[in-house]
């Protein structure tokens, strides 16, 4: 392995793991507020529920984001594919999100995000 892969691996380790983190974050205060609120009622309570139904998605993709990093910093092969395949997912998310009116910016930065994933994977493959 050459020391630009080498280099290029623990970027893209470091950004993987970081981003986890950073989901792990948000899904953990999506389950505290989640909890907070659970007794509001009406409104309230149907988005305390939501919070906590949506918060266990986010953190699974998290902690399978984490798993790819160390995997990748690790140089693993299974890493590469497995961050392929949470790029995929995250594409599909960011361009349904779209056509929801005040997301369409961090729809655009996940499109942007998912398309960096690839071109530092194939980076690896090269």
Same mark, same amino acid.
């Given at each position: 392995?050459?020391?630009?892969?080498?280099?290029?691996?623990?970027?893209?380790?470091?950004?993987?793991?970081?981003?986890?983190?950073? #989901?792990?974050?948000? $899904?953990?205060?999506?389950? =505290? =507020?989640?909890? +907070?609120?659970?007794?509001? +009622?009406?409104?309230? $309570?149907?988005?305390?529920? #939501? /919070?906590?139904?949506?918060?266990?998605?986010?953190?699974? =993709?998290?902690?399978? #984001?984490?798993?790819?990093?160390?995997?990748? !910093?690790?140089?693993?092969? !299974?890493?590469?594919?497995?961050?392929?395949?949470?790029?995929?997912?995250?594409?599909?998310?960011? +361009?349904?999100?779209?056509?929801?009116? &005040?997301?369409?910016?961090?729809?655009? #930065?996940?499109? /942007?995000?998912?398309?960096?994933?690839? !071109?530092? +994977?194939?980076?690896?493959? &090269?």
């Amino acid at each position: 392995m050459s020391g630009s892969q080498f280099g290029r691996r623990q970027i893209l380790s470091i950004i993987a793991g970081g981003y986890g983190g950073l #989901l792990c974050a948000f $899904g953990a205060l999506l389950i =505290f =507020f989640g909890l +907070v609120n659970y007794s509001a +009622v009406g409104l309230g $309570g149907l988005a305390a529920f #939501l /919070a906590i139904i949506f918060s266990v998605p986010i953190i699974l =993709f998290a902690v399978v #984001l984490i798993v790819a990093a160390i995997g990748l !910093w690790n140089n693993r092969p !299974w890493a590469r594919i497995l961050l392929m395949v949470l790029a995929v997912i995250h594409l599909a998310i960011a +361009v349904s999100m779209i056509s929801l009116g &005040d997301l369409w910016p961090i729809s655009l #930065l996940g499109i /942007a995000l998912s398309v960096g994933i690839f !071109w530092f +994977v194939r980076g690896l493959q &090269d």
